[in-house]
């Protein structure tokens, strides 16, 4: 999946900007949200798990 594929299903799902250069500027600075994170990932087709270090 390109960066431009991406952003154009995090605009159709949940509102996003269109800009490849938004979403690259979020992860060259860090400052990404947790929420935006989840969405992020629901997209390329994962899901984020909390575990407890230690467990299986």
């Known amino acids: 999946m390109t960066m ?3 952003v154009d299903q995090l ?3 949940y ?3 269109e ?3 938004n979403l690259s500027g ?4 860090e400052s990404i949200r947790y929420k ?5 990932a629901a997209v390329l ?3 984020i ?5 230690g467990e299986r």
């Open 26 to 29: 979020k992860l060259q600075r």
């Open 49 to 53: 798990v909390w575990k407890k270090r």
């Open 4 to 6: 431009q594929e991406v």
């Open 36 to 40: 935006e994170v989840l969405e992020l």
């Open 19 to 21: 800009s490849v250069s």
């Open 11 to 13: 605009s159709i799902d």
């Open 15 to 17: 509102g996003w900007s």
């Open 45 to 47: 087709g994962y899901d």
